[in-house]
T-cell receptor, first 112, second 113 residues
Framework: DGGITQSPKYLFRKEGQNVTLSCEQN?????MYWYRQDPGQGLRLIYY???????QKGDIAEGYSVSREKKESFPLTVTSAQKNPTAFYLC???????????FGPGTRLTVT | GENVEQHPSTLSVQEGDSAVIKCTYS??????FPWYKQELGKGPQLIID?????GEKKDQRIAVTLNKTAKHFSLHITETQPEDSAVYFC????????????FGQGTELSVKP
């Protein structure tokens, strides 16, 4: 059963702690993306990777870091430097950069 | 860079009526325009897309039109049903954007039985 999985669905952390969000895909897609969604707003791109061992900053990369050591995995770390980390985080993947992007179910992060 | 504006932000229709959501984009090089449906607490789901070499695409009750000259594209849903209620997002991208989708702000569609 192919798809994109994100875990966990809900995540709670204390302010000042780093936290890593998981994203795995078994679609054999080359490109992967991380978006942030705030209530009542569209999706904003955090980081994206078009190939293993390479990634680029999106529009709101400050306070976040990523790695792409395997084609199937693209974890996102929300660092303590991110000023407003509470949000809904969405991972997506596509065959190539211009093709359809398919989204995972999302992780809702709450930092208090 | 690309900027996508989406209207309206909320839309309420009676079951069976049609719904239209409009988006404008700024980068004339944009050539791929997907539409996503997002249900509460879930990830967006691609429902239809269009590339710049066509002006219209239809899939059952859903259609998308593209006007490259005016730089706008629209989503049309006919014979709406309560299960169409969701937030809809448009997006745009092009080769010189590296595949980065630029999203509109979203439209919350409510279909009343």
């Amino acid at each position: 059963d192919g798809g994109i999985t994100q875990s966990p669905k809900y995540l709670f952390r204390k302010e000042g702690q780093n936290v890593t969000l998981s994203c795995e895909q078994n679609l054999n897609h080359d490109a992967m993306y991380w978006y942030r969604q705030d209530p009542g707003q569209g999706l904003r791109l955090i980081y994206y990777s078009q190939i293993v061992n390479d990634f680029q900053k999106g529009d709101i990369a400050e306070g976040y870091s990523v790695s792409r050591e395997k084609k199937e995995s693209f974890p996102l770390t929300v660092t303590s430097a991110q000023k407003n980390p509470t949000a809904f985080y969405l991972c997506a993947s596509s065959i190539q950069g211009l093709d359809e992007q398919y989204f995972g179910p999302g992780t809702r992060l709450t930092v208090t | 860079g690309e900027n996508v504006e989406q209207h309206p932000s909320t839309l309420s229709v009676q079951e069976g009526d049609s719904a239209v959501i409009k988006c404008t984009y700024s980068d004339s090089a944009s050539n791929y325009f997907p539409w996503y449906k997002q249900e509460l607490g879930k990830g967006p789901q691609l429902i239809i897309d269009i590339r710049s070499n066509v002006g219209e695409k239809k899939d059952q009750r859903i259609a998308v039109t593209l006007n490259k000259t005016a730089k706008h594209f629209s989503l049309h849903i006919t014979e709406t049903q309560p299960e169409d209620s969701a937030v809809y997002f448009c997006a745009a991208t092009s080769y010189n954007q590296g595949g980065k989708l630029i999203f509109g702000q979203g439209t919350e569609l409510s279909v009343k039985p």
